[in-house]
């Protein structure tokens, strides 16, 4: 069954155009969400024809009659009053460059997710360290402005601390991956640092003042070694530190994973940790306190 078979309505009690309801022969309602590109284009339409003094009727059989989507007067009057639009009207998003950003942007390109689950398009960290989460929520409300901080939650199945942010604004920026997003990592010297930090607070190591990252892209580390010449810190060549298919028991859970990549490593040279103290640093505490001590 299509919608062009069949008149669609939008329950009053969902945000317009979340769900579009589909009558058929025995009555029996079947929902199926919109794509979020389909909804813009359908609201913008409707308040085209509003400026133009067309009533909720016309604008009813126009949009049925060019999209084959029924609307409810009530959704559309919602629409033209402003009081809902498409994207919720919360957690807007605008690319501005800031270490906050740049944070988001090491997070999602190490440990963090994205995912999507109806029309919650999610950013989601979980991680063992909650001070670390603590400081994505942060950022995480700083860039949508927020005036609140998102909830850090604990998760006894997964022994994890975990945050989760909604915006499919910042969904669709962060998307594209770290290799589009240079120039808001690049902008500056504390976004260069701030980027670096999410990186090494997910996916770093120190041990006896020797720091390492670990991930299963190596462009990533690359370009990790690159960020951190400009601040005069040396790394050694990247190397295989554990092939695809390999065993891994997480020590929390107890829960064993196979590797689907190889998994790359790369350490900082000695020299470099008092460097990368004064200029980066951890997030996570129990990591910033193995690190060298500068020098007052």
């Known amino acids: 069954m299509t919608l062009t078979e069949n008149t669609a309505s939008i329950s009053r009690r969902d945000t317009p155009l979340n769900r579009v309801s589909l009558p058929v022969r025995n009555e029996v309602r079947v929902r199926k969400y919109l794509p979020f590109e389909i909804r813009v284009r359908l609201h913008s339409r409707v308040l085209e024809l509003a400026k133009h003094s067309t009533s909720y009727r016309q604008i009813q059989t126009e949009i049925f009659d060019s999209?084959?989507?029924?609307?409810?007067?009530?959704?559309?009057?919602?629409?033209?009053?402003?009081?809902?639009?498409?994207?919720?009207g919360k957690n807007k998003f605008r690319a501005v460059a800031s270490p906050e950003l740049a944070f988001v942007i090491g997070v999602i390109a190490g440990d963090g997710n994205l995912s999507v689950h109806g029309y919650n398009y999610e950013m989601l960290l979980s991680v063992t360290d909650r001070d670390f989460a603590e400081e994505f929520s942060r950022c995480l409300a700083k860039i949508l402005a927020k005036p609140n901080l998102y909830k850090v939650r604990w998760s006894e199945k997964r022994k994890r601390w975990i945050?989760?942010?909604?915006?499919i604004f910042l969904h669709r920026f962060l998307r594209g991956g770290w290799q589009r997003l240079k120039r808001?990592?690049?902008?500056?010297y504390r976004c260069r640092a701030s980027f670096l930090r999410a990186l090494f607070d997910g996916e770093g190591t120190i041990d006896?003042?020797?720091?390492?990252?670990?991930?299963?892209?190596?462009?990533?580390?690359?370009?990790?070694?690159?960020?951190?010449?400009?601040?005069?810190?040396?790394?050694?060549?990247?190397?295989?530190?554990?092939l695809a298919g390999s065993i891994l028991?997480?020590?929390?859970?107890?829960?064993f994973y196979e590797r689907r990549r190889d998994c790359y490593a790369m350490a900082i040279r000695t020299a470099g940790s008092l460097q990368f103290a004064r200029h980066i640093g951890f997030s996570i505490q129990r990591k910033s306190r193995l690190l060298p001590q500068p020098l007052l």
């Open 249 to 255: 028991k997480d020590p929390r859970t107890g829960v």
């Open 163 to 167: 945050v989760q942010g909604s915006s």
């Open 184 to 188: 808001y990592v690049e902008h500056c």
């Open 67 to 88: 999209n084959h989507i029924w609307l409810s007067k009530g959704s559309i009057s919602e629409w033209v009053r402003g009081i809902h639009n498409p994207s919720g």
């Open 208 to 242: 006896r003042n020797r720091i390492s990252i670990y991930n299963t892209d190596l462009r990533l580390l690359l370009y990790i070694r690159q960020l951190l010449s400009k601040f005069g810190i040396e790394m050694r060549n990247p190397y295989v530190h554990s």
